[in-house]
C-alpha cells in the first residue's frame, strides 16, 4: 500500500486518545487525532487518583522500560487527566510511535497501548538527473533499518530542496511517499521533479549616479541570463553569490575614492513561474575622498618610517584606494620578512575628514622580534621521501626567517608537479617568540603517466603515440619515461633517465637512447611527396649543476649515427642518385655519418612553476660542437628568452624570442643538421613552410620555345632550411567564464614573427635552358632501365626487358623543367592568429586560425591547423 506523504497529508493524522470509563469522570471533548484530550470547559477539577498497575501493550522491538521511560507514570504515583495528557505528549515527542493511547484510567490500572513506527527497508530517490542519487544520500537523514518519522520525513525534503537551490533550481518540488511492507517495514520514495535551472533575468541597480549600470555589473560575479553566456554558470541564482556581489561592489567603489559607498538593500524577486531572479540594488554612492597625509610609525628600529612612506605607492592628492591601502600592508609585511620578522604587525589608522574630503593613513608597524626557523616540518608525502622536499626548501633549521625565501621555496615545490597545485608554507609560532614553524602540508597526486594517444594531423594524418613517465621514480624525484610514436613522416623510440640529485649533491645526470625515422617531403600542388629518409639511432648524456638560485648550467655528449636515402626506384640511374631526378641538393644530403657532439647550456629559470608558469622569465644559450670523431663537424649556437606576465583578471601574457647560427668546419652544413622554421613554431605557414627551398616547375614543351606551366600541380617544393634563423611570439591567453573553464576550453591570440635563411646556394637546373636559346623544340632527356643488380635493361623483339643488349635500351623519359631558388632572406614574416585549446572527451584538441600578413616568395602559408589525439 502506498500513502501519500506530500504537503497535503505531511500532519499525518496520529490515532493517540485518552481512554476514559463512562461515569468515572467529567464528560470530555472528543480527543484529536494524535492530540491529547482537552477537559469541557466548565467542567469539575479533575480527580486525583493512584497508579495501581502500569503495563505497555504494542511493542515488538522497543522493550516496555524504555516506553515506560519516555513517561513520568509510575506505580503508586498519583495521576491526573493533565498527567495522562503530558504522558501522551511525551510519548509523541518521542517520534518512536505510529499510535499511543491510554487505557484503565478508571481503576488505576493504566495501560499504555502504542503502535511502533515501522523500520526502513530502503530509501528510494526517483526522478533526479541534475543531481546524481549518491549526493543527495549522503545529504539526508534517512537511511535503511532507521525508525521512520514524519518529522525526519519533512526534514530530509527541505534537505533535496537545499540542495536544488544550491544548484538555481528553485523550482524543484519533492513529492515523499511510503510504500508499506510486511513486518512493519517501508519503503520511503521521494519523487523528485527538478524543474529548470533558475536563471538571473536582471539586475536593478538603483541610486547610482557616477557609474553606470553597465560599469557595475561588470564587477559582480553573478551575470544576467543572456544567449552569449549559454556556457556560464555565473547566470544562476546563488544566494551566496549575492553576499559575495555586495562585497565586490564595495571594494569597487573603495578603489575609487567612495569611502562612505554601501549597499542599502539587495533583493532577489522569483518569477511567478520560478524560472527567473530579478536582483535589485539600493545603493549609496557618498562623496569622493583623496588620500591626505601618508606616514608610517615602526616600532622596529631597523626601519625609518619616513623612508618606508616615501616607498608606498598611495600619496598624499591621489584619489583614495582601498587597493592601495591593502597593497602597502603587505609590503611592508614582506619587506619586514626580508628583514626576519615573521610576526609583524601592520595595521593601518584611518583619519577621515568629511569637511575637506580627505582620507588621511598611518601604518603603524607593532614591536616585534626577529624570527629563527625553528622547525621545518613536512606532512601528508606518503610516497615522496623527506629528503625531495627539504632540498626544495631555501630556508635550514636555525637560518633567519626570510619571506623571500619561503615563497621561493613554495614555488620550487609546486613546480616539481608531485603535489596538488598551489601549496602553501605555513608560518606557526614555535616555542618562543622570535622562533617560526614552517609547516608544509601536502597532498600527493599521481606522477606516473601512461599515455596512450591516437588522433589526426592536417598534416600527417594518423598520429599514434605510447609514453610512459615516472617523474618521481621510487619516491627520489627521479625521472624514467619510454616511449614510441608513429605518424605517416616521423617514427620514434625513445628510453630516458634522469637522476636530479646525484649522491645528494646538486648535480643532475641524465642520458637518452633513441631511434628516430623521419621523412622529408617535397609538396606538388596539395599533395606531399615524400624525397629523403632519415634514420638516426644514438644517445646523449648530460650534467646540470646550479649555479645560483636561477641560473644552472649544463653540459652533455651526444653520439648518433645517421642514414639518409632516397628511392632508388624513383631518384637513382645505374646505382647512383641521379641529380636530373633528384637534384644536386637532395644528392648531396645522402650517405651514411656518425656524429659525435659535445655541448653546454646556461639556463637562467626565475618562472613560478614549470608546467603552467604566469610570472617571471626563462633565459638560456647553447652551444654544440660537432667533431669530436665523427664525419659531420659544425659548431650550433641557439638563444632564447621568454618571458611570463600576469596580467590579472586572469590573462597571462608571454614574450618569446629565440634564435640560432650554425657554421661547418672545413665542410657544407648537411640539409639534415640546419635549421627550419614553420607550423608549429610559426602559426600561419605550414611545416617547413617557411625560408630557403627549391621550386621546380615544369615546362609545357607543346610550344616552341617551351613554356613553363602555370597549371595547378605542376610544381614541386623541396626546403632546404638555413644555417641561421631568428622567431619572436607575442601571446595573451584569455580568461574565460566559469562554464568555459569546466569544459576545459583555453583561448588565445597571439602574433609570429621570424625567418630562416643563409647556407650554400644549391646547383640549379634547367633543362629547356639550351633549346629554348636556339629556339627549338626542347625535348626531353632519357634515362634506360636497371635490374636489380644495376645492370641495364634492354628490349628484345617481342618487347620484353632483358640485360641481353638488343641495341634496343628501355628507357624512360625525364621531366622537363627549371628550378629556381628562393626564401633565403632574412626579412621577417609575420602572422597573427588566434588559437583554442580544448581538453574535449576526445582528448585534447587545438585549433589554429592564423594568417601570414608578411611572406617571402617561395614561402608555405597555411591557414587553419588542427591536432586531435585521446588520451587515457
Not at 394 to 402: I, T, V, W
Not at 487 to 493: F, I, Q
Request: proline residues 4%; aromatic residues 10%.
Amino acid at each position: 500500500m502506498i500513502f501519500d506523504l506530500g504537503a497535503g497529508s505531511m500532519a499525518w493524522a496520529i490515532a493517540g486518545t485518552l481512554a476514559t470509563a463512562s461515569g468515572t469522570t467529567p464528560p470530555q471533548a472528543p480527543s484529536l487525532p494524535g492530540k491529547p484530550a482537552q477537559p469541557t470547559t466548565g467542567t469539575a477539577p479533575a480527580t486525583t487518583r493512584t497508579i495501581k498497575t502500569l503495563r505497555v501493550e504494542g511493542a515488538q522491538r522497543i522493550e516496555a522500560e524504555t516506553v515506560l521511560s519516555y513517561t513520568k507514570l509510575r506505580v503508586g504515583v498519583p495521576y491526573t487527566t493533565e498527567t495522562l495528557d503530558q504522558a501522551l505528549k511525551d510519548l509523541q515527542a518521542s517520534d518512536l510511535f505510529a499510535d499511543y493511547s491510554i487505557a484503565g484510567v478508571a481503576d488505576g490500572n493504566i495501560v499504555l497501548r502504542v503502535r511502533e513506527n515501522p523500520i526502513i527497508n530502503r530509501v528510494i530517490i526517483e526522478g533526479n538527473k541534475a543531481l546524481k542519487s549518491d549526493k543527495i544520500t549522503k545529504e539526508i537523514k534517512l537511511a535503511p533499518r532507521q525508525i521512520f518519522t514524519r518529522t525526519a520525513v519533512r526534514q530530509d525534503v527541505a534537505r533535496i530542496i537545499e540542495l536544488y537551490r544550491r544548484q538555481g533550481r528553485f523550482a524543484a518540488v519533492i513529492d515523499p511517499k511510503m510504500v508499506t511492507l510486511d513486518q512493519n517495514r517501508v519503503d520511503v520514495v521521494f519523487v523528485v521533479s527538478e524543474g529548470p535551472k533558475s536563471k538571473v533575468r536582471q539586475i536593478n541597480i538603483l541610486g547610482n549616479t557616477v557609474f553606470s549600470d553597465t560599469q557595475i555589473r561588470a564587477q559582480m560575479a553573478t551575470k544576467q541570463a543572456r544567449l552569449s553566456r549559454l556556457l556560464s554558470s555565473a547566470t544562476s541564482y546563488d544566494q551566496d553569490r549575492l553576499s559575495y556581489d555586495q562585497q565586490k561592489l564595495r571594494q569597487f567603489y573603495l578603489t575609487q575614492g567612495y569611502a562612505d559607498f554601501r549597499v542599502t538593500s539587495a533583493v532577489a524577486e522569483l518569477t511567478p513561474d520560478k524560472k527567473d531572479f530579478i536582483i535589485t540594488y539600493v545603493v549609496e554612492e557618498g562623496k569622493r575622498y583623496k588620500f591626505g597625509d601618508v606616514s608610517v610609525d615602526s616600532q622596529i628600529r631597523e626601519f625609518d618610517g619616513k623612508k618606508l612612506a616615501a616607498t608606498l605607492p598611495l600619496k598624499k592628492g591621489d584619489w583614495y584606494n582601498a587597493k592601495l591601502v591593502e597593497d602597502s600592508v603587505d609590503n611592508i609585511s614582506q619587506t619586514a620578512g626580508l628583514f626576519g620578522y615573521a610576526f609583524t604587525e601592520v595595521n593601518p589608522e584611518f583619519q577621515k575628514d568629511a569637511d575637506t574630503l580627505t582620507m588621511g593613513v598611518n601604518f603603524n608597524i607593532a614591536e616585534a622580534k626577529r624570527t629563527y626557523v625553528e622547525r621545518i616540518e613536512i606532512n601528508g608525502n606518503t610516497q615522496t621521501k623527506d629528503k625531495v622536499v627539504r632540498r626544495e626548501i631555501r630556508l635550514a633549521e636555525g637560518d633567519a626567517f626570510n619571506s623571500f625565501q619561503v615563497k621561493r621555496s613554495e614555488d620550487r615545490i609546486n613546480s616539481l608537479g608531485y603535489f596538488q597545485d598551489k601549496m602553501a608554507i605555513k608560518q606557526l609560532p614555535g616555542s618562543a617568540p622570535d622562533r617560526v614553524v614552517l609547516e608544509t602540508d601536502l597532498e600527493e597526486k599521481s606522477s606516473g603517466e601512461l599515455q596512450l594517444s591516437a588522433g589526426y594531423s592536417s598534416l600527417e594524418s594518423f598520429i599514434a603515440t605510447a609514453n610512459i613517465t615516472q617523474r618521481n621514480f621510487r619516491g627520489m624525484g627521479q625521472e624514467l619515461r619510454a616511449g614510441v610514436s608513429y605518424s605517416a613522416y616521423s617514427k620514434s623510440v625513445n628510453l630516458g633517465f634522469t637522476e636530479p640529485y646525484l649522491f645528494d649533491t646538486n648535480v643532475a645526470l641524465g642520458g637518452d637512447l633513441f631511434r628516430r625515422d623521419y621523412s622529408s617531403y617535397s609538396t606538388t600542388g596539395d599533395s606531399n611527396d615524400t624525397t629523403y629518409e632519415q634514420v638516426s639511432t644514438g644517445f646523449q648524456i648530460r650534467a646540470a649543476v646550479p649555479l645560483t638560485e636561477y641560473w644552472s648550467a649544463t653540459a652533455r655528449y651526444g653520439l648518433s649515427y645517421d642514414q639518409v636515402t632516397l628511392d632508388a626506384d624513383t631518384y637513382y640511374t645505374n646505382g647512383v642518385c641521379d641529380p636530373g631526378i633528384a637534384g644536386t641538393y637532395l644528392c648531396d644530403a645522402v650517405g651514411n655519418r656518425w656524429t659525435s657532439s659535445i655541448g653546454y647550456s646556461l639556463v637562467f629559470d626565475s618562472t613560478n612553476s614549470r608546467t603552467r608558469p604566469s610570472k617571471g622569465s626563462k633565459f638560456s644559450v647553447s652551444q654544440d660542437f660537432a667533431g669530436l670523431g665523427g664525419d659531420t663537424k659544425y659548431i650550433r649556437s641557439t638563444a632564447n628568452y621568454t618571458k611570463y606576465m600576469d596580467l590579472g583578471s586572469s590573462f597571462i601574457l608571454s614574450a618569446h624570442a629565440e634564435g640560432g647560427y650554425i657554421k661547418g668546419l672545413g665542410q657544407d652544413v648537411r640539409l639534415t643538421d640546419r635549421f627550419y622554421l614553420g607550423d608549429p613554431q610559426m602559426r600561419g605557414f605550414d611545416i617547413r613552410g617557411v625560408g630557403p627551398r627549391v621550386t621546380r616547375t615544369y615546362y609545357d614543351t607543346t610550344t616552341v620555345p617551351a613554356t613553363l606551366s602555370n597549371t595547378s600541380g605542376t610544381t614541386t617544393q623541396t626546403a632546404l632550411g638555413g644555417t641561421a634563423y631568428y622567431q619572436a611570439r607575442l601571446e595573451l591567453e584569455l580568461p574565460m567564464g566559469a562554464g568555459a573553464r569546466e569544459l576545459g576550453l583555453r583561448p588565445s591570440i597571439y602574433m609570429d614573427v621570424g625567418a630562416v635563411f643563409g647556407g650554400k646556394t644549391p646547383t640549379l637546373a634547367d633543362t629547356c635552358a639550351t633549346a629554348n636559346a636556339a629556339s627549338v623544340a626542347c625535348v626531353a632527356g632519357t634515362r634506360q632501365y636497371t635490374d636489380g643488380s644495376g645492370n641495364l635493361l634492354y628490349l628484345d623483339a617481342a618487347g620484353a626487358s632483358t640485360t641481353t643488349n638488343t641495341g634496343t635500351p628501355y628507357t624512360y623519359a625525364l621531366g622537363t623543367y627549371k628550378e629556381t631558388y628562393s626564401g633565403n632572406t632574412a626579412s621577417p614574416r609575420l602572422s597573427v592568429g588566434i588559437g583554442v585549446n580544448w581538453t574535449s572527451p576526445f582528448g585534447p584538441l587545438r585549433i589554429d586560425l592564423a594568417k601570414a600578413l608578411l611572406k617571402a616568395p617561395g614561402d608555405d602559408s597555411k591557414l587553419i591547423t588542427f591536432n586531435i589525439g585521446g588520451q587515457f
